[in-house]
């Protein structure tokens, strides 16, 4: 597609249950960059891939994050047994590399209740 | 720490006049600085970007200002139009790094 496909665009969560949120990047981009942000505020950076490598995870807040990209393309962010504070919108973003600039997806806004 | 701030939450300017966005940084790290613009709803949409090298860039109505020494940018938009108004992100990027750090963001309205 033209452009970085977000899904689901809206999710809302019991607490405790397991979510995934799918990133199709652009096509033939290497890098793909996940951020969450909260209400009012900037997005933060959560992890980022080159190709099927996650070479920096240092921004997932807890070990109920996890994230893989297992063939080079798509990309799934997981959160186990949701919290309210994990209640943001969640922003996938691809690149060529790092001087080419990000495209960022739409994202989901994921609700947890 | 926020090491990426804009310090006015928002903005209100008339239409045809001057849009000054401001952005304060603390990381000597950063040498490349970003704008994005973001519609509700939307994801973050690139604007213009500086390397560090440069103290001024320019892209139409859209211009960027660097002060190393005081670690600030500033995006000025001239003339500004009502479809301008949106929430401006300033990011900066450290040149061995692999993510962007955002300010809170700028709420920007131009009043026709």
């Known amino acids: 597609g033209a452009g970085v496909s977000q899904s689901p665009r809206y999710k809302v969560a019991k607490r405790g249950q397991d979510v995934a949120l799918r990133c199709d990047p652009i096509s033939g981009h290497v890098s793909l960059f996940w951020y969450q942000q909260a209400l009012g505020q900037g997005p933060e950076f959560l992890t980022y891939f080159q190709n099927e490598a996650q070479l920096d995870k240092s921004g997932l807040p807890s070990d109920r994050f996890f994230a893989e990209r297992p063939e080079g393309s798509v990309s799934t962010l997981k959160i186990q047994r949701t919290q309210q504070e994990d209640s943001a919108v969640y922003l996938c973003a691809s690149s060529f590399g790092q001087a080419y600039g990000y495209t960022f997806g739409s994202g989901t806004r994921l609700t947890v209740v | 720490d926020q090491q990426v701030k804009q310090n006015s939450p928002s903005l209100s300017v008339q239409e045809g006049r001057i849009s000054i966005l401001n952005c304060d940084y603390t990381n000597s790290m950063f040498d490349y600085f970003l704008w994005y613009k973001k519609y509700p709803a939307e994801g973050p949409t690139f604007l213009i970007s500086?390397?560090?090298?440069?103290d001024k860039n320019e892209d139409g109505r859209f211009t960027v200002f660097l002060n190393k020494s005081a670690k600030h940018l500033s995006l000025h938009i001239v003339p500004s139009q009502p479809g301008d108004s949106a929430v401006y992100f300033c990011a900066a990027e450290e040149t061995s790094g692999s993510r962007l750090t955002f300010g809170e963001g700028t709420q920007l309205t131009v009043n026709p």
């Open positions: 500086i390397s560090s090298i440069k």
